[in-house]
């Protein structure tokens, strides 16, 4: 069985859980479970959404194939507990993402140096800023770079200049 971990700190995005649903409607079509999905964080207990919606999390622990990081709402400083536990299982785990801003904590972690990464485009020039060894690319859906993949989000929606008058 495929293990996902999809790590969740206070004030996280709540559209972060839908990357999870995926993992729940593969095993709807294959029929039988293939993927074990566990949310996890720092305490375990229930963490708060930034719309207040509380989930139930386990205590970070164990491996996972697939360890997920969910975008907070505030760009600020991960615990050193995150971001020990990131840097010791994202040696271990066969891809690490990040959903939107989790690429601010995966960056923090020192994960994403050296390597092409992206996430919300409002937040991508901050990431580039405070994280100068990161290759952000700006206008990317996603990006892969090795074993470790980054998304702009769960939608992708950015204002266009209008063509045309009126």
Known sequence: MHRVGLVVAG??????????????VA????????????VISERGGVVRSSVGVGIETARLSGAYDTLLV??????????????????RE????????????????????????????????LFTRELQARYPKVRVEEDRIFTHDGPV????GMTRHRPRARVGGG
């Open 27 to 38: 095993n709807i079509f294959a029929g039988k479970p293939f993927y074990k999905v566990r």
């Open 149 to 152: 993949w980054t998304s702009a």
């Open 70 to 87: 969910a975008g907070p709402t505030a760009i600020a400083p991960a615990s050193k507990g995150v971001l020990a536990y990131l840097r």
């Open 90 to 121: 994202a040696a271990q785990s066969r891809r690490v993402a990040s959903i939107c801003t989790g690429a601010f904590v995966l960056a923090e972690a020192g994960i994403l140096d050296g390597r092409r990464a992206t996430t919300h485009w």
């Open 11 to 24: 004030d996280f995005q709540i559209m972060s859980c839908a990357a999870v649903a995926a993992f729940d």
